[in-house]
């Protein structure tokens, strides 16, 4: 593949005030707003597009004068064939015209998306970007430069309208984002519009792949840029384009604003007991008024579960949720789950109770789920108290040779550790405040007729290791490591 275009801008070229009002905006907002200098390393997601071809073009030059270290990333979303296969062919081939390191990856869209329940739209760039993550990350990058532009930006106001999003997805696309730790999705495109980077690609008698997909209107990106602003331009101002940019303009100051007075106070209104699961306190929660409350919930969505934008009705269903009996649960998409219990809103990973009534023996290992019973003998002298609720010791000749791994029961009756009469597992689980969801994933270890452990909670006074104990039984409750 040969390009007919020269890779440094020409002494004609520069008198074209386009070309320099690009190369200096381009300029002051890399190396004056960010300090990017010759240790920062950039990673340049290049989809083979006029946006992101002008952008990598734009990027070669800045770096040759600043001797920063650039990358092309490219991601194949496998929806268009041969011509997805052509796009990845094209872009490797521009980055080695440039003298570019060239890193790329594939992905089975429609089956991810189908999988997960989400639309098309949402699994590209969900894979696209695990791809951006795990790559700057490989090469301990600095930033992910994206090719967003203006008309991009409006296009996303109006999705998030059409939406019901908030303040946030209102505010447009922000120039500067976290990608990861240490690493910052830039923008420097965003304030120039798709008509001046055409314009600027012929000027530099630029090379690019057209997306036939850009024009599928089962995309609601593509419907709002072909159907909805050219009908609003056309039956309500032309000039609403512009509009819009400086309403997101007015929007990103306002949020950024309220977005610090909740990072200021969000810590007094969370705990977070364990991974994957969230309190936010009601008491204080309704000390601040209901657009509050919302942001609020959105910033502890998007800061503890990465969820990107939450909505009006999802928001309004958690409010709900606050005010209604404890107990209340509500589901906000396949992954995340919030219920009332008491004076907390609780919000958690999705997890499903497993149901398990399983005969096990004294030395041995059950997986159940994300977990493991481990049971093992030990040498008396290895015997000590362990704070770990999910760790615990047993006199071995008290128990059967097998026992029974299973859920609890109303009517479950044991013996605590320390008390001299039975007390029924459900009273127990109230005095020690478990809520209603974590019940369901409460399980016992039992002889045939007794309860010998409640698993994570307490045991039996009557299997406890004692001065006549001889041998002991240490049982271990295991959360399996995730990848």
């Known amino acids: 593949m040969k390009f007919n275009f020269n890779q440094n801008i020409e002494k004609e070229q520069l008198k074209s005030p386009l070309i320099n009002d690009f ?10 707003e960010l300090a990017i200098d010759k240790t920062y390393k950039v990673v340049l997601a290049v989809s083979g ?3 992101s071809t002008v952008m990598l073009d734009l990027l070669y030059q800045v770096q040759r004068k600043y001797k920063f270290e650039i990358y092309v990333a490219h991601f194949n979303h496998k929806l268009r064939g041969s011509s997805s296969d052509a796009d990845q062919e094209f872009v490797e081939q521009l980055a080695k015209y440039y003298g570019i390191e060239f890193y790329y990856s594939s992905g089975k869209v429609k089956e991810y998306a189908k999988k997960n329940a989400i639309s098309i739209e949402v699994a590209a760039r969900s894979l696209r970007y695990n791809f951006f993550e795990k790559t700057t990350r490989t090469l301990k990058a600095d930033f992910l430069i994206t090719a967003h532009t203006a008309d991009d930006n409006i296009e996303t106001f109006f999705i998030n309208l059409l939406r019901g999003s908030g303040l946030t997805g209102l505010s447009g696309i922000p120039k500067v984002r976290k990608l990861i730790k240490n690493v910052r999705v830039i923008r420097p495109l965003i304030s120039f519009s798709k008509e001046n980077i055409i314009e600027y690609a012929k000027l530099r008698k630029l090379q690019w792949r057209e997306d036939e997909s850009n024009d599928w209107l089962e995309f609601t990106r593509n419907k709002v840029r072909h159907r909805l602003i050219p009908f609003l331009e056309n039956e309500f101002n032309q000039s609403i384009a512009n509009n819009i940019k400086r309403v997101t303009t007015f929007l990103q100051g306002a949020d950024e604003f309220i977005s610090n007075f909740i990072e200021d106070y969000y810590q007094n209104l969370i705990e977070i007991p364990q991974e994957d699961k969230v309190l936010l306190h009601i008491p204080k929660l ?16 998007k800061k503890n579960f990465e969820i990107g934008q939450v909505n009006f009705s999802q928001i309004d269903r958690i ?6 009996e404890t107990g209340a649960i509500f589901e906000i998409n396949k992954f995340i789950t919030c219920y009332k219990d008491r004076n907390h809103l609780i919000f958690t990973k999705n997890r499903i109770p497993l149901s398990v009534n399983s005969v096990i023996e ?7 789920g994300d977990y493991t019973l481990k049971l093992e003998e030990i040498p008396l002298n290895k015997f000590h108290i362990d704070n770990d609720q999910n760790i615990e010791f047993f006199d071995f000749d008290k128990l059967p040779v097998t026992l029974r791994l299973r859920n609890w029961e109303e009517g479950d009756t044991f013996q605590p550790l320390g008390m001299s009469g039975t007390k029924k597992i459900s009273d127990f689980l109230i005095d020690k405040k478990v809520d209603n969801f974590q019940k369901s994933f409460i399980y016992v270890l039992s002889t045939r007729e007794e309860i010998v452990w409640v698993i994570g909670q307490q045991i039996s006074d009557k299997f406890k290791v004692s001065k006549e104990t001889k041998r002991v039984l240490k049982a271990q409750f295991i959360e399996n490591k995730r990848n």
């Open 286 to 301: 309704n000390t601040y008024n209901h657009y509050l409350q919302g942001e609020i919930i959105s910033y502890l969505l």
């Open 362 to 368: 004294k030395n041995s290992i059950f997986n159940l």
């Open 49 to 51: 597009g006029v946006d």
């Open 319 to 324: 409010i709900e949720i606050k005010n209604a």
């Open 23 to 32: 190369l200096s905006a381009c300029e002051d907002f890399l190396i004056k």
